[in-house]
């Protein structure tokens, strides 16, 4: 096979996809499987090109040199037969002027043209390595590749296509419709998902690791929950029989479960919205009714409860549960990446696209598998994990009183219910948010967020509930109003960052939100640098958080367990920020690095 022609780092003219205009671009990588290079534009975008759409400067400027002696010529002699030999001398030379301010006209319309193609920003002013280039705002970077058949159709095809019109009074918006127009055409231009280079969770060793340590971890927590001393230091905890651990009644009762949250999901109540455009341009439609349902399963169990049904049942068999809910998981995301072999390549998600069967299976290898209609991960994301979630902490609730005879909860369970409660009630108040989330717009559906909604949230986030069951702790009133104090300081700040940011992001033009000021980007957004997002990059966490913290607190300070949802919670914010770092650096360009100078602290001010 043939080498690499161009190497990295190497400034060449790149051809933009689908048109005859060539770029100045800097070569980032070479794929030598698919024999594509990756090129970055100075506005930070990047594009995968064939090396036949590539050329080098040289070539350019030897193009051009041509052009411009050879151009005289040809217009010299261009007048001399136009001449007609009974026309005036004087007629002659006003036609000749005439013709001359119309090309010299066309020629100027022409590099206006070129110049706003150029322009991806009034705020990018930035070279690839960072420093202001000042000079290359006057170099001709973009060139438009001559015909040498039929040189005026061509000029007419690209004025037609740009919507250009040579009129002065035209012009200003000329050049703000052909900046909207490249980066429309940017985002649509690369239909297929490109191959997922680097690999997160410790790649194909980390993920498959993963997939047998996080089961493992959840019937660890569960089992010290109900040991009597629920130290950390008691490994291994007594194990139960393999035997007990499944019941063929319990897995009916979850699958039950499911299938009636999928009916809920399926009811045509609630508003129908559009999800962020996918990378072929298209935009998903969501129904958004999980506050409904969640309304018709307080319902239902309300029912039962009248009907004198033991919901003490649920915490009997909540290992068993826990079993059910796993299994099923993992059937699932066997079929999610069967299925996900037979999608188009624009339906991949870009995280899990590696080519590696392991790692694909574990982070999702189709963004949003679809049964029809039915978004399986939207679906999963709110639905069955997370109202189960508010279920199994009433039931710990109901258990604590039949084991400790007591007639009403005790304040620390009363507690952990009610800010629990308030922050699903929130998610699901506020479910058109979650489709800007990264599970939805990035991620993949794999066994991670399958085994994630469905075990991990409703399993480990009642921990706290479950606890208390087995290690009853009293509390005073005024202990209990400061932990409430801070967990609404959290809950505070969560949801009015995440309300700020959802706000500007449906209409930044809101006058409500004048007081906001923001870095623009070359992707026509803003990054806020005002309001809670000028006081740390990641607000949401930070209320997150301090929300955990106060979950933790009711518990009191014997065991440490408890407050492992606040560790593992700082964990997993800290490894999204991560990402989310590396995923606006890639996004935003020059814009982010900006916005990180002026916004230095991630989550915690002042501290990190």
Known sequence: MPGRKFADGEVVMGRWPGSVLYYEVQVASY????????????????????????????????RKSQS???????????????????????????SSSQSREHKDDRKKTIQETNLALLKPSENNTQSYNGEPDSTERNDTSCIILEQKSKPELEIQRVLEQYSLRPRKEERKKEEIYSEKKIFETRKTVEKATPKTKELEFGGRIGTF????????????LLLMCKQDDASLLNFPPPLPDLESLWEARVFGVFLLWFFLQALFYLLPIGKVVEGL???????????????????????????????????????????????????????????????????????????GNSGYFVYDFFTGHELNPRIGSFDLKYFCELRPGLIGWVVINLAMLLAEMKIHNQSMPSLSMILVNSFQLLYVVDALWNEEAVLTTMDITHDGFGFMLAFGDLVWVPFVYSLQALYLVGHPTAISWPVAAAIT??????????????????????????????????????????????????????PNYLGDIIMALAWSLPCGFNHILPYFYVIYFICLLVHREARDEHHCKQKYGLAWEKYCQRVPYRIFPYIY
């Not at 002696?69 to 002699?77: A, K, Q, T």
């Not at 007081?515 to 997002?533: E, M, R, S």
Request: proline fraction near 5%.
């Open 209 to 220: 690791m993963m997939i047998f340590f996080l089961p493992a971890t959840v019937f660890y």
């Open 68 to 94: 411009s002696s050879s151009s005289p010529s040809r217009r010299s002699s261009s007048r001399s037969r136009s001449r007609s030999p009974g026309r005036p001398a004087k007629g002659r030379r006003r």
């Open 485 to 538: 104090t801070l967990n609404c300081v959290g809950y505070f700040i969560f949801r009015s960052a995440n309300s700020q940011k959802n706000n500007f992001r449906r209409n930044p033009a809101d006058p409500k939100l004048a007081y906001l000021k923001f870095i623009p980007t070359a992707t026509g957004k803003g990054l806020l640098v005002t309001g809670w997002w000028g006081f740390v990059r990641h």
């Open 277 to 351: 455009p996918l990378s072929n341009g298209r935009k998903l439609q969501y129904r958004i009714n999980g506050f409904y349902a969640f309304i018709f399963t307080a319902a239902i169990i309300g029912t039962l409860l009248y009907f004198q049904f033991e919901l003490h049942y649920l915490y009997d068999h909540l290992m068993q549960f826990a079993v059910s809910a796993a299994v099923f998981s993992v059937a699932l995301s066997i079929y999610l990446y069967i299925r996900s072999l037979k999608a188009p390549e624009e339906e991949l998600a870009p995280g």
């Open 31 to 62: 794929d030598d499987v698919s024999h594509l290079y990756t090129v970055k534009y100075k506005d930070g975008t990047e594009l995968a090109l064939k090396e036949s759409d590539i050329r080098s400067l040289s070539s350019f400027r030897h």
